[in-house]
């Protein structure tokens, strides 16, 4: 160590990225590194929800508050969270709407999920097709039930669109697509989005 160097320069991260403000609030911000997608050429701000409490926290509470402004909390009755990112964000929704629980569409087969069903799905953020699983007693929980599909970020829509046909094909019927940030050009007439950010 250089005894020249000051603490603060020390304490900073070697790998020193470009990095976006991402503003959700006034007590709520986040600097989120930029990254070229691997095989095109979109660059994005990657916002990564998962093992920070305070931001699932309060951006669960901001998506609640616009859930409720916008009069769409009879319009569902269970949350649905895909693996992985969105599970927190969910978890927080579901214990502000006291609901006792919700249901997580996997990205594979697990070995103790009871007749499972699944769709396959191409998502910009993954490499190559992946299958969204729903186990069987998952489907039981959300047959004949209205849906509400709980994301933190939303780009393409692939896994949504995939998420809406595993459920329909479990028999549940979503009606509201509910997510923090809206990324991309996906447009569906039960979209709730928090935030669209210009990268």
Request: net charge neutral; proline share 5%; with cysteine.
């Amino acid at each position: 160590m250089n005894k020249n160097e000051p603490e603060s320069e020390i304490m900073k991260p070697k790998l020193v990225k470009e990095t976006f403000l991402l503003k959700l609030g006034p007590d709520l911000e986040r600097e989120l590194p930029l990254i070229n997608l691997s095989g095109t050429d979109k660059r994005i701000a990657s916002f990564v929800m998962l093992g920070d409490v305070e931001l699932n926290a309060k951006c669960a509470a901001l998506l609640v508050d616009q859930m409720k402004s916008q009069d769409l909390l009879d319009k569902f009755d269970i949350l649905v969270a895909l693996e992985a990112k969105g599970i927190a964000l969910t978890h927080e929704c579901a214990r502000l709407l006291n609901l006792p629980y919700y249901v997580v569409i996997r990205k594979s087969l697990k070995k103790y999920m009871v007749s499972p069903i699944t769709v396959p799905v191409e998502s910009i953020t993954s490499f190559g097709e992946q299958t969204l699983v729903l186990n069987g007693l998952d489907a039981e929980r959300i047959r004949g039930k209205r849906v509400c599909i709980t994301e933190d970020v939303i780009a393409t829509g692939g896994s949504v669109q995939a998420a809406c046909k595993l459920i329909e094909k479990a028999g549940g019927e979503v009606t509201v697509i509910a997510t923090i940030l809206l990324k991309g050009e996906f447009e569906d007439p039960r979209l709730l989005y928090y935030h669209r950010p210009p990268i």
